[in-house]
């Protein structure tokens, strides 16, 4: 089955630490995209890339940082510097290959810092 | 900039009522619209996607959306609710640039 997997599903951390979470896909997108979601705020963009060795910052990229060393990974660290972690985090990837390009999304992995 | 307002941030339909999920847009050119539905603690699934080509967009699940250009409007409609239905749903917008702009979403309850 084709998909994409962030793991862990839930997470906690203490504050001060920096963990970073996975997100896989098998799809064959060449885009994967990072997004936090709050209630009430819907979906921000943290970083998202197009292709392998490359990424640019979405809206709210500070203290967040990722590597896309594969194409099918695209790893995303929370540092200590982001100062409100807390969120539920979501995955997403596309073909990456112009318009009307449908993204689709990982479960997500919730983050509580403690 | 692009930008996407969902009127609403609640919902509530009788079971077997006709359920209307509003989204507005703000584009200066005919975009790309989506709307997806979200269950808790999942991720966004896909229900249908505007990329001008008919106006009246047929999803799964049984929803459609209308795309209005005059009223820069993309709303979600299905003729009976489910309880099943219940649910958080964002539209979005995606730019040239394939950035996606989400609205702020609108949670749908189904009262039996």
């Known amino acids: 089955d084709g998909g994409i997997t962030q793991s862990p599903k839930y997470l906690f951390r203490k504050e001060g630490q920096n963990v970073t979470l996975s997100c896989e896909q098998n799809?064959?997108?060449?885009?994967m995209y990072w997004y936090r979601q709050d209630p009430g705020q819907g979906l921000r963009l943290i970083y998202y890339?197009?292709?392998?060795?490359?990424?640019q910052k979405g809206d709210i990229a500070e203290g967040y940082s990722v590597s896309r060393e594969k194409k099918e990974s695209f790893p995303l660290t929370v540092t200590s510097a982001q100062k409100n972690p807390t969120a539920f985090y979501l995955c997403?990837?596309?073909?990456?290959?112009?318009?009307?390009?449908?993204?689709?999304f990982g479960p997500g992995t919730r983050l509580t810092v403690l | 900039a692009q930008s996407v307002t969902q009127l609403g941030s609640h919902v509530s339909v009788s079971e077997g009522a006709l359920v209307l999920l509003r989204c507005n847009y703000s584009?200066?050119?005919?975009?790309?619209l989506f709307w997806y539905v979200q269950y808790p603690n999942q991720g966004l699934q896909l229900l249908l996607k505007y990329t001008s080509a008919a106006t009246l967009v047929k999803g799964i699940n049984g929803f459609e959306a209308e795309f209005k250009k005059s009223e820069t409007s993309f709303h979600l409609t299905k003729p009976s609710a489910h309880m099943s239905d219940a649910a958080e749903y964002f539209c979005?917008?995606?730019?040239?640039?394939?950035?996606?702009?989400f609205g702020t979403g609108t949670s749908l309850t189904v009262i039996p």
């Open positions: 979005a917008v995606m730019n040239t640039g394939n950035q996606f702009y």
């Open positions: 799809l064959n997108h060449d885009a």
């Open positions: 584009s200066s050119v005919p975009p790309y």
């Open positions: 890339s197009q292709i392998v060795n490359d990424f």
């Open positions: 997403a990837s596309s073909i990456g290959q112009g318009a009307a390009d449908t993204q689709y």
